[in-house]
Nanobody, 124 residues
Framework: VQLQASGGGAVEAGGSLRLSCTATVATGSLRSIEIMGWYHQAPGKERELVAFMSSGGRTTYADSVKGRFTISRDNAKNTVYLQMNSLKPEDTTVYYC????????????????WGQGTLVTVSS
């Protein structure tokens, strides 16, 4: 199983970006992904939670993004989105897609997976 993220880029302060992350499997298909979400990591700092969403729709956001970012999921497409509005220069960093408790239809189970990072740059 792999997570493929996209949607990063450069934008001016106050602008918007939408990140996407899709879970794919080389053979077979996915049965469920309990949690999908996004983290970010600034240089020299720990990776921090931005937002996550359970398969049932429960969401959690970092205080710094509440009211500006919205996470959503399309469970049928195994995809999670992060709509980022009112972006600030301090949002500049690499964003990582994360998935927890993944099960395939072949009953393979994965505790946690990370996607490749996607860079978001917000200029003032």
């Amino acid at each position: 199983v792999q997570l493929q993220a996209s949607g990063g880029g450069a934008v001016e302060a106050g602008g918007s970006l939408r990140l996407s992350c899709t879970a794919t499997v080389a053979t077979g298909s996915l049965r469920s992904i309990e949690i999908m979400g996004w983290y970010h990591q600034a240089p020299g700092k720990e990776r921090e939670l931005v937002a996550f969403m359970s398969s049932g729709g429960r969401t959690t956001y970092a205080d710094s993004v509440k009211g500006r970012f919205t996470i959503s999921r399309d469970n049928a497409k195994n995809t999670v989105y992060l709509q980022m509005n009112s972006l600030k220069p301090e949002d500049t960093t690499v964003y990582y897609c994360n998935a927890k408790r993944i099960t395939t239809r072949q009953n393979y189970r994965y505790v946690e997976l990370w996607g490749q990072g996607t860079l978001v740059t917000v200029s003032s």
